[in-house]
């Protein structure tokens, strides 16, 4: 506080600081709101997908031992060297709130079994099952990388959201009171000082005017 | 002694598209396969974990981590890979990460909304 110059000029130019900083306060308090309330909602949705992707994923393994087990690892891994077509998908970017989130847009990763690449009449069923299985899985995958990094990316923001409208509400704008408080006492203290040193002078004055008039 | 093998094959990723690679133990890898993700890496030993890892930073897309490989690695890798969007990973097996982000948001909001 004591590097500031307590003029009228510094204590205006600090209350239109203040002013701005309360301004952005709200405009940033208003944004956590939105971002909160934004997150609310795709959280929900990330809870089943991810719950999903679990689930898939158990009935994906169960499939895929059975058919090991039965078909043997070596013919599993023959088919899955014929498998050579890979998942199609495009990642785009959207805007929530000033938060870029990649937008997965995929292509159906569920194929016929005659559309798969192996032969359909040398293998079994089973290894057909743990195919499918493992398409819901890919599928439910593509669907969790897309939301769980929204919803990291939006935590993110939240976080520094409020990381600054705390700063501001309990520091800066503080900090910025005090300051113009000071200002403001310093210069009423100038112009007590002033009008005391007039009083004397006008005293001193005075009691010269009487003793000329006397002399 | 473990190793790392990284199998590529053709590639059929259409333009514009985006790619899967999987990271795990070859027997988490062999179903991906089934599905025609061709860029699998297989780890055997999870001191070849890093390295691997590493290889796959650079690129982009989404890139599928075994849970349990993911939980072992040393803290500045497990913060690389929360924090990398390009490629986005996603941990599979287990409780697949919920563990991680619930602690995010408790961390960030102050409450557990995870419930």
């Given at each position: 506080m004591a590097d500031v110059q307590p003029t009228r000029m510094e204590l205006i130019k600090l209350r239109r600081r203040i002013k701005m900083a309360v301004n952005g306060h709200a405009l940033l308090k208003m944004k956590r709101d939105g971002l909160i309330m934004e997150f609310r909602e795709i959280l929900e949705e990330a809870k089943t997908v991810i719950g999903g992707m679990i689930e898939k994923y158990e009935k994906a393994q169960e499939k895929m031992t059975l058919a090991k087990a039965i078909d043997g690892v070596l013919v599993v891994r023959a088919v899955s060297i014929a498998c050579v077509s890979e998942p199609q998908f495009s990642i785009k970017k959207k805007n929530i709130m000033g938060v870029t989130v990649p937008v997965i847009k995929r292509e159906p990763i569920r194929r016929k079994v005659i559309q798969r690449e192996y032969g359909v009449t040398s293998t079994t069923a089973r290894i057909d099952e743990a195919v499918a299985a493992y398409e819901e899985l890919v599928d439910a995958i593509l669907a969790v990388a897309e939301i769980e990094t929204t919803v990291k990316r939006l935590i993110e923001e939240i976080d520094k959201t409020r990381r600054r409208v705390n700063a501001l509400e309990f520091r800066v704008i503080p900090n910025m009171e005090d300051t113009a408080r000071f200002i403001t006492f310093k210069l009423e203290e100038l112009d007590r000082e002033t009008i005391i040193s007039l009083k004397k002078l006008k005293a001193k004055m005075a009691a010269r005017e009487v003793a000329e008039a006397e002399a | 002694m473990g190793r790392i093998v990284q199998r590529k094959y053709r590639r059929t990723v259409g333009d514009g598209m985006s790619r899967v690679s999987v990271i795990g133990d070859p027997d988490f890898n062999t179903g991906f396969r089934l599905v025609g993700i061709c860029d699998t890496i297989e780890v055997?030993?999870?001191?070849?974990l890093p390295e691997a890892i590493e290889k796959v930073l650079g690129q982009e897309g989404i890139v599928i981590i075994k849970y349990d490989f993911y939980k072992n690695l040393p803290i500045p890798l497990k913060m690389k890979i929360d924090e990398s969007l390009e490629p986005t990973f996603v941990k599979v097996g287990g409780e697949g990460g919920v563990e991680e982000l619930r602690d995010k948001i408790r961390k960030a909001i102050g409450v557990d909304l995870w419930k």
């Amino acid at each position: 506080m004591a590097d500031v110059q307590p003029t009228r000029m510094e204590l205006i130019k600090l209350r239109r600081r203040i002013k701005m900083a309360v301004n952005g306060h709200a405009l940033l308090k208003m944004k956590r709101d939105g971002l909160i309330m934004e997150f609310r909602e795709i959280l929900e949705e990330a809870k089943t997908v991810i719950g999903g992707m679990i689930e898939k994923y158990e009935k994906a393994q169960e499939k895929m031992t059975l058919a090991k087990a039965i078909d043997g690892v070596l013919v599993v891994r023959a088919v899955s060297i014929a498998c050579v077509s890979e998942p199609q998908f495009s990642i785009k970017k959207k805007n929530i709130m000033g938060v870029t989130v990649p937008v997965i847009k995929r292509e159906p990763i569920r194929r016929k079994v005659i559309q798969r690449e192996y032969g359909v009449t040398s293998t079994t069923a089973r290894i057909d099952e743990a195919v499918a299985a493992y398409e819901e899985l890919v599928d439910a995958i593509l669907a969790v990388a897309e939301i769980e990094t929204t919803v990291k990316r939006l935590i993110e923001e939240i976080d520094k959201t409020r990381r600054r409208v705390n700063a501001l509400e309990f520091r800066v704008i503080p900090n910025m009171e005090d300051t113009a408080r000071f200002i403001t006492f310093k210069l009423e203290e100038l112009d007590r000082e002033t009008i005391i040193s007039l009083k004397k002078l006008k005293a001193k004055m005075a009691a010269r005017e009487v003793a000329e008039a006397e002399a | 002694m473990g190793r790392i093998v990284q199998r590529k094959y053709r590639r059929t990723v259409g333009d514009g598209m985006s790619r899967v690679s999987v990271i795990g133990d070859p027997d988490f890898n062999t179903g991906f396969r089934l599905v025609g993700i061709c860029d699998t890496i297989e780890v055997e030993d999870e001191a070849q974990l890093p390295e691997a890892i590493e290889k796959v930073l650079g690129q982009e897309g989404i890139v599928i981590i075994k849970y349990d490989f993911y939980k072992n690695l040393p803290i500045p890798l497990k913060m690389k890979i929360d924090e990398s969007l390009e490629p986005t990973f996603v941990k599979v097996g287990g409780e697949g990460g919920v563990e991680e982000l619930r602690d995010k948001i408790r961390k960030a909001i102050g409450v557990d909304l995870w419930k």
